[in-house]
């Protein structure tokens, strides 16, 4: 079955309700705009149960099918918030929030769940329950945790949990998703390093921080390219360095972050442990000191194997079978769902968003032609997860 016609039909609508909420972008957990947005929507489709404030300002929808024999609920989960990015391309429902912009496509995925919603509201062709989840503050916030320990998944007495992100690249109208980790666990460190400050003109009376960041830089890549399984993905970043104030003195003090991506428990471990072990000791080879603050985020996203069949299966069924790629690469990008699929059995995968800009760029603007097949997906995966008798 392809793209539903009614969905195509309402595809116009959809797009102006992904438009209103690019143009009024909100960040982590203050969306408290587009969640009423979101609540009014919902309970304007006739949803049987809105709840509100879930995680601080997630919204759950409770749509419950034809029949109810089974005991069976479905979630389907996008995200609300946007970015602090100033947004520049041009386009006529442009932020008019300074420094905000929905740079990840986090207005798409709402709108295309909303559509989802009415859909099934209106249709109801399904045998059991499900629930739709908005959910705030993925970029760096934790929401999906938060609406977790919010009771998101005991309370609406949910099975199984759906994802689902746009990927710039990959054609409109093509799905992607695999079996296993598909998204990194995305960890950050901060390193201080303690010297002996002095004139930089006797560099011999003084214990020069800034040179032993520079050595701990380049051999915390050995951990990389020499301790890690070269069969096995990682990465680490020093993303900032700060020391001194004056051309001509050596500072005591020198400091850097940056972040580790990995797509394996275990991985993840012998990171950590690596940057806590090698850099004091590095820093102790030039008389000073290192002390380490490492801070564990996102885990890794990883899809169960039954639920990624029957997601690959959803995915086929609305796009073609030659649409949709069934072992995608994994990325190094993190993504709070991972709690979920911590939490339950589930899939993510990957909708086409076409040539556009890349995710978190301050010209990146989510394909509005993607609708009616993310629409679709979302109405086919609660239809055939919970099939009428």
Known sequence: MPVLNRVAENHSEIAEWRRDFHAHPEL????????????SRLRDFGVDEVATGIGRTGVVGVIRGRQTESSKVI?????????PIVERTGAPYASTVPGKMHACGHDGHTAMLLGAARHLAETR????????????????????????????????????????HNLPGLPVGRFAIREGSIMAATDEFRIEIEGQGGHAAMPHLATDPVVVAAHIITGLQTLVSRNVDP???????????????AHNVIPTMAKLTGTVRTLDEAVRDQMQQGIETLAPQLARAFGAEARITY?????????????????LEVARDVAGLDMVEADVDPTMGGEDFAYMLNARPGAYLFIGNGASSDLHSDTYDFNDDAIPYGVSYWVRLAEMALPLR
Do not use: K, W
Not at 28 to 39: F, G, K, N, P
Not at 295 to 311: L, M, S
């Open 125 to 164: 062709n399904f045998n059991g329950t499900v629930v739709v989840i908005f959910q705030p503050a993925e970029e760096g916030g934790g929401g999906g945790l938060a609406m977790i320990e919010d009771g998101l998944l005991d309370r609406f007495g949910i099975s199984e949990v759906y994802g689902m």
């Open 28 to 39: 982590l957990y203050d969306v408290h705009r587009t969640a009423a947005e979101v609540a």
């Open 231 to 245: 069969i096995r993905s990682a990465v680490l970043s020093i993303t900032t360095m700060e020391a001194g104030s």
């Open 75 to 83: 979630g389907l989960r996008a995200d609300m918030d946007a970015l």
């Open 295 to 311: 801070r564990r985020g996102y885990p890794v996203t990883v899809n169960a194997p039954r639920q990624t069949g029957f997601a």
